[in-house]
């Protein structure tokens, strides 16, 4: 009897150290329209969560983010260089102003808030532009 | 299948391979002799850059203008990324592309990492906040224009780059490489 009592214990406390020991996620994300598919993001396209522009455009809750970053395929067409006929703004937004840089190329490009000069409380964002809808993923951690 | 029926699949997949080869001599896409001259003021530690799950740790410092450090970031078995950062804190880079296929190209003789920005929410004008970039060689300037189409600003380039704070205020949609006589080789989409 003793036995199992003590094998009880045993497995209570090294489940208890197992989650002890488990790390904590590194930090906080946002990714659209999931963190593995792409999505695409035409002038109608919305979010639905208070975004700069109503419409055309994906953007995260508010977050002290370190990072964002685009994926955008060739859909619909690529030239040879890589071109696709639609932009994309994509960046940082807070209730004052929207900033980004443009892209129509079907790259992973990469941004962080201190390269749009803010800071604090933001938004990532990836805002439609121009042409016709861009097939995309983008995520941002914090 | 019969021998002739072979005869005539295999004549055409030669046919096809023998344009596609022409095609792409003649066009120029085999033989791009876009190139950026500029190898770096120095080589310098890159700071917390992980492209697909591999850190960049190494990059050549091309030229520190505007308060900004632009740079070329060297990858093994890939083409270059290109990113800039502040100038106060070199190594430290905030904007990163890893243009596919590379860069320059014949057909993209600019990478511009400038900043757009917009304080309206009913329509989708946006102005300049800062401009930097990469050009090739040839490209002696990069202008900048308005909806109209006309200038709204002209950065010189230097060293492959071009960098400026001094940016117009009102709308820009779009940018023109300009070769040393002005004449426009290739314009933004």
Redesign the interface.
Known sequence: MKRIVFLVIALVVATAIATLARPAPASAGWCWPNCSGYGYLGPSTSTNNGCWYSSGEVCSYYGYWFNTGIAKTCYPGCNWNYQTTSMVLYGFENRERIRGRLTVKADTVYLRPSEVSMSGSLRAQVAWYAGPASQLNTAAIG | MTSSRKLIIAGAVVASVATATVIATQSG?SRDETRLSNTGLQHVEIRRVV??SVPIRRGSLLAVRANRALYRLDRRNAPPCFG???ASDVGNV????????GFP?A??PVL????????R?DV?D?SL??IEGFAADGVAAVEFLRPNGSVAVRVPVAGNVYATTAVPEGPVAGFAAVDEAGKRIER??
Do not use: K, N
Not at chain 2, 112 to 119: A, I, L, M, R
């Open positions: 896409a492209i697909r800039a950062g502040p905030g904007a990163i592309t890893c243009p596919r296929g190209r057909g993209q511009d990492f400038s900043v757009y920005e917009s304080t929410h989708r946006l906040f800062r933004s989409p």
